[in-house]
């Protein structure tokens, strides 16, 4: 079974490039708090460290 992450929004998508607020909604992911569970999967990661400095990720069991 492939692992599964918890990626949830933490800081504000204002004053961002367009292409992190591209990524940041393609995550699945509106207001700060809301949260998404997404396989962990290569393409998954890449848009999860292109946005590390707005997001919170927990691996989930």
């Known amino acids: 079974m492939a692992k599964r992450i918890r990626i949830r929004l933490?800081?504000?998508?204002i004053?961002?490039?367009?292409?992190?607020?591209a990524t940041v909604r393609s995550l699945g992911l509106r207001k700060i708090s809301s949260c998404t569970e997404q396989e962990?999967?290569?393409?998954?990661?890449?848009?999860?460290?292109?946005?590390a400095h707005l997001v919170s990720v927990e691996e989930i069991e």
Not at 15 to 21: E, K, S, V, Y
């Open 10 to 13: 933490v800081r504000s998508v």
């Open 15 to 21: 004053g961002t490039l367009p292409a992190q607020r």
């Open 40 to 51: 962990a999967s290569p393409a998954v990661l890449g848009m999860v460290r292109t946005v």
